[in-house]
């Protein structure tokens, strides 16, 4: 190697490589560069975490929430049904009327009144004064763009609607939606549905970068995972008793739990069962539980033979104790179902045909079914996730044990939820599926119609007797339509049983003294307007 | 050396242009579909418009050739869940890994090197044992469970350092000591060995012959002779330092790299997962070839090898 010394400032690559290389310069190079790679470094510079400091919080105080599931970074409503996007969202946008989640009774929010003129129409007259964090005044064609794009066929949030909404500006504070029949669940749906500008649903790349509501809370900031709020203090409800919050994903349910204990988060999202006694055991901290909207199931593919035989599903009803499911495994931390929705809905009513566990009569009923001590029948697939919903390996285990005593054979395949969430929705690739299923409103419609109607999603199931009956109670007159569902619809889903209702999941939040008037609804988002921090 | 320069650039371009072949593979053939996750109870129809909007309806050849032909001008995509550029993405959370990455390497080395020496020294004494079984402990431990166990300890009952997240220096402490456990454990052994082997040796017999004093043995004659072994052991742990950040990051929730790519497996974000496996594997390259370098500065012997 030539030995030679440069005090050129700028060097070919060459002459570097030809310059004196030893220990000494290695070492002496490497110190150098990391001490300008310390002061250059984005980090040194941006320092990010800087803007998430809460001490600028004018004495209101913030609060950091964590959630355990993570956020689809595109920013419009109607994008997506992802239940972290929708808990930020509850507290940006309002809605036009709410729901009492004690009394099932709705509220204003952005409607002050509304009535159905005529079976197809309902009228809305809309709160006067209120601006968008934006600035700019809400008014009767912002819920025109709103309800018209949301129930629009190209957008997710389609899912929770019958049909596209027809939305007709009488003026500036008077709208009336029409339908194309009657449609008595819609007062319930609309208070899932939030209110955007119509400038911004005009211009849908400007609606993905924010939120821009007439909610409690303005959008901040989102980065790291991390989104930011702070109080709307010009909100029409007064302002909030919080300066703001932030809502960050993280995944691993330990560092949440340790992240609550020592008080760097005030709300964790997804408590398991075993982390219960330790944040109990703390004076500074409690259990939030809520019993919810959501059903976990056991999914049968409709066409997948030979879930298609109704003996069959029937025999597996019977054979499974859900009791010990969720008396054991879940440690109380649930309510086994009676009905094919959840105790909260509107139309719900305890079933007595519910199967309950009955090993001689599940045997019966696969005899009866084709398949004697199972015999002729073929492996079937159960698939369910891990990593989200709790304890699922642990009772799908338990299931499969169950089955096998009856003479079922099981293949019991416990996926990520990336790629269970990818084979749940097809027609077909396993028998059983284990799934839960949160809609944000109490309207049976958005459980029944969605899973039981004409092919309904995931189930694929399709029966015309459940179909004229969904048919029916979704144009009856309100009080009419409660005698239906209860007294004819649930019953014909619990004897034709084309999934079977495990339990009806309860959420497990922690949460920290600091926060007392926390409480999370009953579809897993929290209203934070009137919750404080006090030190 | 210059010859030897530009082979290893060579290899490195292949290797980096396999890794980026295999992470956009690979993340395709495992089940599990973007559009579904963003939207779960989305029909098939507004599926298809979200598929439309990220450019994964296209064949996966020509999303393929598209990929090449951006990155090479630098643009990794976009990554629909954090709502940014890829590039700004990495270049977030590159800085939190490489300091964490940086600050674990500093302090298994400062820490190992020493502990090493010193059970060289008192090879087989009781002294040497009891670093060895440190050793064998930091070896043994596996990453997630050291990190919870510190954090109980030092977080949650003694509240001497945070728990989560990045906001400051004292936030990288129990990342970096749960980082730096298993690569201590592996230099304290090395350095021993090595030590042990090079004490043995004639020049140093004659050096402590000539009169020289224990201590100037130690620094002037053994240690400099240790370096380059020493260097094969951490370039080789530099890499897996990289992938340790990925547990690491997971438990601690820092928002480097690590962390990134395993938010993005789990929810399919293709371009971030493409873009950050070619950046840890061309890391890992670059670090191996630098270390190979490094043997000529540290070693005329192999200098002249280069050379010829």
Redesign the interface.
Known sequence: MTETRSRKPAQTSASLINTSFNRRTLLKGAAAASGVAALNSPIARRAPWIKRASAQDDGRGTITLLSAEPFFGSWDPSSHTILANIHAEWNCFDRLMALDWETKELKPQLAESWTFVEPTVLELKLRSGVTFHDGSPFGAKDVKASLEYMTSDQVAHRAWYREQLQVEVVDDLTVRIRTQSPYPGLLYTLPVTSIMAEADVNNPDRLKERYNGTGPFKWKDYSQETLTFEANDEYWGGPPQLAGFSYQYVQDPGTRLAALQTGEAHVIERVESEQIPEIEANPDLRVDTTLTTENKWLIFKAKMPPMENKLLRQAISFAIDRDLIVDSILEGHGRVCDAHVAPIFFGYKPQENTPTYDPERAKALLAEAGYPNGEGLDTLVYVTSVGFYPKTREYGQYITQALGEIGINIDFQAKEPAAWLEMLYAETGAHLFDTGWMPPGIDPDLVLKAFFYSGGRITYYDDEKINALLDKEGTADPEERLTIIGDELLPALMEEMPALPLFTSELISGVSNKVPAFKANPNSTWDLKDVSLQE | ??AF?VRRLIYSLVIILGASIAAFSLIRI????PA????????E??LA??REELGFDRPIPVQFVDFVKSAIKGDFGH??????DVGTVI??GL??T??LA?TALALALIVGVTLGTIAALFQDRFLDRAILTIAVLGQSMPAFWFG?VL??IF??RL?WF???????PKYLILPAVTLAISLLATLIRSTRLVMVDVLAQEYVKAARARGLRRRTVVFRHAI?NI?VPLLTVVGVQLGYLLGGAVVVE????V?GIGLTI??AV???DYPVVQAVTILMAGGFVLINTIIDI?Y???DPRI??E??R
């Open positions: 050396m210059g320069i495992v089940p599990g579909d579904r996750i963003m939207a779960p109870n989305a029909s129809e507004q418009t979200i990554s629909a869940f954090l709502k940014e270049a977030e800085p939190y490489l300091r940086l919870l954090i109980l977080s949650v509240g945070p728990s989560f997240g990045y906001k400051g400099p370096l997971a438990i601690f929730n928002p395993l938010n789990l929810r399919r490094s000529g500065a540290l200098r002249r280069m050379t």
